[in-house]
């Protein structure tokens, strides 16, 4: 059974239709990519999954329907959430910051402090005065800080530099070991290097399913799909 | 030389109140978003528990009547408000016409209702000698209250600013402030922290209730809506969501209202700050703080 499963969702914005009635699964295990042109609704879908917008349809987490159910709860379900642009608390200092994220009894600093080293260094520094590369670990190490089953994370390598993108690719090559991962990516060689199943997004609508490296094996069917090649 | 002294600790009991006042509405402000036109209401509704509590506890003598007649304020404040965001907020988040509509319409509804049960004469409230008592600091004779007012909001605004800083809701009302739509998805019910911040807006009104009572000596129904006014333009003055940016914008105010009055012309107080108003909103449109908390 798959870990997460969404039938028939709708996502409207004010006037826009934004996604079409999407379906897909994503297996428990390793890292489901979730691809597509910009605008094509995959921070929709990942906003909607964690009922961060008004949505329809049916969205399953581990066989139990949240649809309706608060963001708050569907995180304490195991799921966790790095947004799109990290969204890090810039008043709060980087120690305050996973404070705020810790819910189990025993957070898992061993492994943040492991996969970020430089986050025990900057603990006390305030996150707006972080780099983007540093806000970007302290959103991976919030989510990872609690024993979540699935991790929904929103285009982790956006706006870094070559070097960092390697190091986050890394890091969730690691995490994809320890939990499911559904991740927004346009980075084709960090799909490449993480990914076992794609999801590929067209105006709303899901327009593929398969493992990820045969549809990047297939250069025509990635560049119709995805304007890239 | 006294006379300046003597309006600038007048000045600093008036921000001290604004402060009281101000606090709980720029908190709610800056956390949900949430213009609350109730909070005078509220400070009267504080004030009319004070003087009705006093009235029933005759028998005793002033100083337990008056601090027990303050912490009946207190809690119906606390309370009040609490009750006002469960079962009137709560329902409109994100609706901010609604809320407005709902908020000034509970203020009008609760001094209409306080008018009809004591009708508009102004009520004396009974304090304690020694608060009209004056303490002489360089050749000014200063009334007790007045100092009485200034150490109760710099105990408030440091209680508030170690609640804030070192308590998990303290964190999480912070966090709120910058992006409530990320502190739920971090897994934590935001909500319980929007009835909190109510009624921590409750009890600094509450406190205000009492302080102004004492200040004004007695109360009306206008009591509230008379001095959240000026609690409003300290909000915007001081940067919504920003407690020290409040409290510096508290004291200015106050100060300018005494100058004004003293030095200009009597009256010319309440029309300084709001030239005041306009000039920061001109210079900086976001307030003496320049950021949220």
Partial sequence: MALVEVRDLHVRIGESHILQGIEFDVAEGGVTALLGRNGVGKTTTLRALMGLVDRAGLVRYDGADITHMPTYKIVRRGVGYVPEDRDVFAALTVDENLRLAERNAEPRYDLVYDLFPELRERGKQLAGTLSGGQQQMVAIARALLNDNRVLFVDEPTKGLSPLLVSEVARVLERVSELTTVLLVEQNLGVVARVARDAVVLDTGRVVHTGPAQELLADKPMVQRMMGVG | MSTFVLLTITGLGLGAMYFLIASGLSLIYGLMGVLNFAHGAFLTIGAYAFWFTETKLDSLSIWPRFLLAAVVAIVVTTAFSALVELVMIRPLYGRHI????????????????????????????????????????????????????????????????????RTRYGLIIRAGVENRAM???????????????????G???????????????????????????????????????????????????????????????????????VLLLGLVLLVRPRGLSGSFA
Wanted: aromatic fraction near 8%; avoid cysteine; hydrophobic fraction near 55%.
């Fill in chain 2, 98 to 165: 609604e809320q407005v509509l709902v908020t000034v319409g509970l203020a009008l509804a609760i001094t209409a209702l306080v008018t009809a049960i004591w009708g508009n004469d102004a009520r004396v409230i009974a304090a304690p000698k020694w608060l009209g008592e004056t303490t002489t600091v360089v050749g000014a004779h200063i009334p007790n209250d007045r100092w009485t007012e200034i150490g109760t909001a710099v105990l408030v605004l440091f209680g508030l600013e170690a609640f804030l800083k």
């Fill in chain 2, 183 to 201: 502190v739920t998805a971090l897994g934590i019910d935001v909500r319980k922290a929007f009835t909190l911040v109510f009624a921590i807006g």
């Fill in chain 2, 203 to 273: 009890l600094a009104v509450g406190i205000a209730a009492v302080l102004s009572s004492v200040y004004f000596s007695t109360v009306d129904p206008q009591h509230g809506t008379a001095l959240v006014i000026f609690a409003f333009i300290v909000v915007v003055i001081g940067g919504l969501g920003s407690l020290r940016g409040t409290a510096m914008a508290a004291i200015v105010v106050g100060l300018v209202q005494q100058y004004a009055n003293y030095y200009a012309s009597s009256g010319l107080g309440d029309l300084s700050v």
